[in-house]
């Protein structure tokens, strides 16, 4: 696949600086480029690698254009251009459609004739898959579960009973929809199951990192609106709901009945307590912990950055001691106002 | 599957306030409840849906009752009393025992007739599977684990060799039993693997959930008492030993060779550095960290809530100098009593 | 398998006291060592069950030779010759060379005679397996995947599109090696996806843990050196890369295109924010956050531990009040100097 700049240029709506007839076949960092290649400027880190370029042509913003070495796309949203410019040049490409010999697929499932069925798959009785679907290798797809046209299972992916999958959601191995969520009741000091009778319904577009979880809810269904994008290794409890375009770093925990709300940004690592609501365009910087809920959109933060082992030690040990350190400082400033009134 | 109230009331102990001949076929929440449903109140957050609600009947405690709008059935523990009518109503509907034409299981694993071994599932050499037993989809079951009766893989769980697992354990998705501990030892800077000798024993009626790994031990074995409960994505070490009935939530890590006491609750994204013992009925609230034992039952934490990031990034900067802050108001103090003393 | 006491001395260049002639045929506990078996002292922590042991012969430093009721093998590092000698005593046995029955192996792959592919695998077009190499149960190796001489892939492993995978490399349950990274580009609000067009290549001797995931690059590779050992649950972002003999352990987050040094250890449940650099020989203790880059060798930590709730709440309350704490002893400072000045 190749293109040349100036229809590159005409399909991202981008400035062009430079021979629109130079032909372009692939993306590639600033300091990996070779000549051939379209670059990108979208982080001010790498801002060092484009006075020496080997790109032929690096899309940026305009006010990076004047360190340009070479020829220029410029557009508001450089990352943007790269995304589709990579989209552009690197195509996915689909198997012919086809079942496998060695997937077992239910007589009483519905399978669209252009659907894919990967190799060792199961597809379960109720089934119902839509057009151009890719279920992967070792996929697992239980009963009455719905997926929708153009969504993708990469491989080994494990949906469960009545899930329903939208349109074009792209979902990556090792990740489980619809287990039961932690649902327990104390009995005298053991544990009662609580059956978790509700389903996961996730909306068109949406995208699930490797091995993320997504409970079934409890008795009303577990949510992911359109546009939600999920890394790796994201836990998400029963019973909560993710508004759309919101997304959602790795390592993150969201606990059950979490209500989240639309275009928020969840940094890696974050914990989210409990039953709590976040509003819409709330951003959660990496290893936040929510414990109240969030009503006003804003950056918010509770990361604590590492220091050298024998200084954070006994900074730590004064933590634990704070209230305290806190008390004495108002009973000096008690004192101080004392002395200064004598 | 349904059931008349009175007949309700008597099942779960309850004191019936309202009509005993009222027919309930499902649970529900209290505002999505419709009639024929019943509901329950556990929890005060969903106190302001008592009195709309259009449940047939409420599960709740003594303290809500003259806030009910319908039938009510009293319980000191209300959330326990839908946990049993939720099942009651919802009985896990098992396949018929069977052996799926698509699993391999070995000639020498010995299969109970009542099990049910799913689409390719893999049994190996020496494995020992009881009555009533479900191995879901893509389970792959290692040499020599025995599983006890009526447990459940519900699908894609890997259970490594000499795994042994007791009766009624429910195993959800992507669950990880008997993997290799992180065993290394180092020689002049590279690492030498510390085979992992020991196995995994699971007590009865454990459930685990999706994605969690529970490593084999190094030498004795990794233990799961009676009556754990484990969320999704817990990591549980080598040597790990877990008393019965205690809960752990999901995103827990648990490095080698602790050992945790009996009815134990850890919240959601806690972790516990190696070696540590915990004593029976320790509650450590979400996101804890623990880096020394803990020898007396209580509440303890670690968490810290975010703040609005500006205001975060300048506390962060004073912890990180706390010591010396701690330092200054002591000699403040010093000075004070030197002048209090002029 | 068994030894005689005197030849796993010379095995491992240990100073034997005791009967050479002694046979050892399995590696134990102190505490639960029997007649026959071989133990060891590494941690101060076990020290106490060294006087009471029933172990045969016990390898240990100088400095606890003289507590050791029975014979001793004397080693700088005994826990490296316990690491060897457990190997030496339990070899891993490997199934004969063969190609299970129920596996899919395309005939576009190239498989080594003596490799072993088991139940229900999935080897792709294009795949390049070595001499030697175990693909266990469930296994599925995607699309042009090259794997080298005496790999194991224990069960249920996932290899992406194009990972290239070294020598002697041990993968266990659950992992996940070359999914996309999560890489998404705004457009008003909405998430473009950007494609994730590189590798993931990992060096000989790595050891990667059940459910980790390691995902592949955009645009240039991921990269894993040789000897690199990572524990369970671990999730490796797009473009890291780790430097040769780096452990780390479980439950760690490495956002993308973080750089970590040679012979670094991570503690486990470390969060390591994107785009940061690492040098070699940092030693992070768990629960680790790190938001800038590290360029000296060293220890660091930012781990807080539990304290009993109702105190926590008070301290963590002033944590959140730090900066004006800090603020009003500066003020308290002032007035004292003036007060002094008097």
């Given amino acids: 696949m190749s293109i040349l700049l100036g229809k590159l240029a005409e399909t991202l709506g981008a400035e062009l600086h430079g021979d629109e007839d ?9 300091q990996c480029a ?11 880190r790498y801002r060092t690698y484009l006075p020496n370029t080997r790109a032929s042509a690096v899309i940026l913003s305009s006010a990076d254009l004047s360190e340009c070495p070479v020829f ?6 450089p990352y943007l251009g790269y995304a589709r410019t990579a989209a552009l040049l690197s195509p996915r490409s689909l198997p012919s459609h086809s079942i496998h010999s060695s997937a077992w697929v239910s007589p009483k499932a519905i399978v669209h004739e252009t659907a894919w069925i ?31 046209d153009y969504s993708q299972l990469t491989a080994n992916v494990t949906l469960c009973r009545n899930v329903v999958v939208g349109k074009r959601v792209l979902i990556h191995p090792g990740v489980v929809v619809g287990s039961d969520g932690f649902g327990i009741a104390n009995d005298n000091g053991a544990w009662v199951k609580v059956p978790q009778l509700g389903a996961v319904r996730i909306g068109d577009d949406v ?18 609106e359109n546009g939600v994008k999920i890394d790796n290794q994201v836990q998400v409890g029963h019973n909560v709901f993710i508004g759309a375009h919101t997304a959602i770093a790795g390592c993150v925990a969201i606990a059950g009945s979490v209500r989240i709300g639309k275009r928020c940004v969840v940094g890696g690592s974050t914990a989210i307590a409990g039953h709590l609501e976040i509003a819409d365009g709330v951003y959660l910087t990496g290893a936040s912990q929510v414990t109240k809920s969030i009503s006003k959109p ?4 509770s990361w604590i950055s590492v220091q050298e082992s024998f200084v954070w030690r006994k900074n730590v040990a004064r933590l634990h001691q704070l209230d305290e350190i806190a008390r004495r400082i108002k009973a000096l400033e008690g004192s101080s106002k004392v002395q200064g009134s004598c």
Avoid: H
Wanted: glycine share 14%.
């Fill in 22 to 30: 130079c032909r372009i076949d692939r993306v590639a960092t600033l």
């Fill in 298 to 301: 804003g950056i918010y933060s």
């Fill in 72 to 77: 220029s796309l410029v557009l508001d949203n």
């Fill in 34 to 44: 070779s000549p051939g290649s379209v670059s990108f400027l979208a982080n001010r």
């Fill in 207 to 224: 995208e699930i990192g490797a091995n993320t979880t997504v409970d079934r809810g409890a008795l009303e269904d577990t949510i992911l």
């Fill in 118 to 148: 990967g190799p060792q798959a199961v597809i379960e009785d109720g089934v119902s898959i839509g057009e151009g679907v890719y279920i992967g290798a070792g996929c697992t797809v239980d009963q009455r579960v719905v997926i929708g």
